[in-house]
């Protein structure tokens, strides 16, 4: 998660086309489920199968099995605003 902290501050994944923005924003808002261990957040994709491009580039690196769920945009952010920043969390 380091490394991936080090990548995000850096801005590395900004470039990618077509989805470096939404990734990088994305993963820069992640939140961890305590109850679970795992980071959540919501991103926009139209790949299909769901995140193919950003799994092969960057995701599959750094997590393990991801699971993704179809929401309207902002229900995802919604659904875990209470939760603790990851970046926070895993700094502290």
Do not use: I, N, Q
């Not at 209470?82 to 969390?89: I, K, Q, T």
């Amino acid at each position: 998660m380091a490394e991936l902290a080090r990548r995000l501050s850096a801005g590395e994944f900004l470039p990618m086309r077509p989805f470096g923005r939404a990734l990088t924003k994305a993963l820069e808002g992640a939140k961890l489920d305590p109850a679970t261990g795992e980071a959540v957040w919501e991103e926009e994709d139209y790949c299909s199968p769901p995140l193919a491009m950003e799994r092969e580039a960057v995701l599959d690196r750094y997590f393990d099995g991801l699971k993704v769920e179809p929401v309207r945009r902002g229900e995802g952010w919604a659904r875990v605003a209470h939760l603790p920043g990851l970046w926070e969390v895993r700094r502290g």
